[in-house]
C-alpha cells in the first residue's frame, strides 16, 4: 500500500469516529431534550391536575354554601321533640308549656291545640297560632263531663287565664295584625248583639277599650317567625282582666279579654286547623 493509501485509510477511520462521536452527542443532546420536554409536560399536567382539582373543590363548596331556601329561612325546628308541637302547615314549633316572665306571678300555660291562619281563596299562609290556657285552675275541675266541646272551650276561656302564641310565617307589621284583630272584633260585636249578649250600655263601654287596644300596635315591622304573645287573666272579682299585648300595653275589659279570645273558635273558627287541634284536645283530656 502506498503512502497515499495509507493516508487516506487514516483519514476515513478518523472520519468515522468523528461521525461517531458528533451522532453521540447530537443524539444525547436530542435525548436529554426530549427527557426535559416530557418532565415540563408532566409537570404541566400535574399543574393543570392540581388547579382543577382544586377549581371543582372550590366551585363545590360555593355552591353548597350558596344553597338558600325559597322564603330565605329555615322555619324554627324543635331542638327536643318530646317538648315542642309543630305545626305541620308551617313547621313552626311551639313549646308544650310556656312560662311568661312577669312582675306579676304568672302559672304555667299548656298547649292545648294550634293551627294555621290563612286568608283569601289562595290560601296565603299569615301566621301560625297556638292556644294555651291554665290548665291547672281549679275552676277547670267543674267543667259538665257532658258538655259540648265547644262548650268546654268557652268555659276554659271564660275561667281561666289563657295566652294566643302569633308566629307570622312571613315578615308583616303590627299594623297589619291590629287591622286583622279590629275587623274580628267588630264582626264579633255584631253578633253578639245579635244574639243580645251586648247590651247598649256594655257597647257604649267597651268603645273605649277597644279604641285603646288600636293604639297600642305601632307602624313598624314584625319579623318572620317572631312570635307575639297575647295574654288574657283569669277573672277576679276586684277589677276586670286584662289583654296583655307582650311588649305593647294592656287593657282592661272583661268583654274585650273574653270575646277576643273567643272569636278564634266561633263555627269553624278563624282558624279551622286551630279548632280542630283543640276540640281534639278537650275531646281526650276534659
Keep these: 500500500m502506498s503512502w497515499i493509501q495509507s493516508r487516506l485509510a487514516r483519514s476515513a477511520v478518523q472520519g468515522c469516529l468523528t461521525f461517531s462521536a458528533s451522532a453521540s452527542s447530537r443524539f444525547g443532546s436530542h435525548s436529554a431534550a426530549l427527557a426535559r420536554t416530557a ?24 355552591t ?24 305541620p302547615a308551617t313547621s313552626i314549633a311551639f313549646p308544650k308549656t310556656l312560662k311568661i316572665q ?13 293551627g294555621v291562619r290563612t286568608v283569601s281563596f289562595l290560601g296565603i299562609k299569615v301566621y ?39 308566629v307570622p310565617t ?13 275587623r274580628a272584633l267588630q264582626a264579633r260585636q255584631m253578633l253578639c248583639k245579635k244574639r243580645e ?4 250600655e256594655e257597647e257604649l263601654a267597651i268603645q273605649s277599650p277597644l279604641r285603646k287596644l288600636k293604639s297600642m300596635f305601632p307602624n313598624t315591622p314584625l ?15 276586684k277589677e276586670p282582666r286584662s289583654l296583655i299585648v307582650r311588649d305593647l300595653g294592656s287593657v282592661q275589659s272583661d268583654w274585650l279579654a273574653r270575646e ?24 281526650e283530656h276534659l
Design 64 to 87: 353548597l354554601k350558596s344553597t338558600v331556601h325559597l322564603d330565605g329561612e329555615v322555619a324554627p325546628t324543635p331542638t327536643e321533640e318530646e317538648e315542642t308541637r309543630v305545626d
Design 197 to 200: 249578649q251586648l247590651t247598649s
Design 260 to 283: 277576643f279570645v273567643l272569636t278564634y273558635f266561633e263555627g269553624k273558627g278563624l282558624s279551622p286547623p286551630l279548632k280542630d287541634s283543640v276540640v281534639e284536645y278537650v275531646k
Design 170 to 182: 312571613r315578615s308583616t307589621s303590627y299594623s297589619h295584625l291590629r287591622d286583622g284583630f279590629m
Design 128 to 166: 301560625s297560632i297556638g292556644f294555651y290556657a291554665d290548665l291547672s285552675n281549679p275552676k277547670l275541675a267543674a267543667i259538665p263531663q257532658d258538655a259540648t266541646p265547644d262548650e268546654k272551650i268557652e268555659y276554659i276561656v271564660k275561667n281561666s287565664a289563657c295566652v294566643l302564641r302569633i
Design 39 to 62: 418532565l415540563h409536560q408532566r409537570k404541566s399536567l400535574t399543574s393543570s391536575a392540581l388547579f382543577w382539582g382544586s377549581a371543582f373543590a372550590v366551585a363545590t363548596g360555593l
Design 223 to 237: 319579623g318572620k317567625h317572631s312570635p307575639l304573645d297575647i295574654l288574657i287573666t283569669a277573672p277576679s272579682p
Design 102 to 114: 312577669s312582675k306579676t306571678p304568672l302559672p304555667t300555660f299548656t298547649l292545648v291545640g294550634l
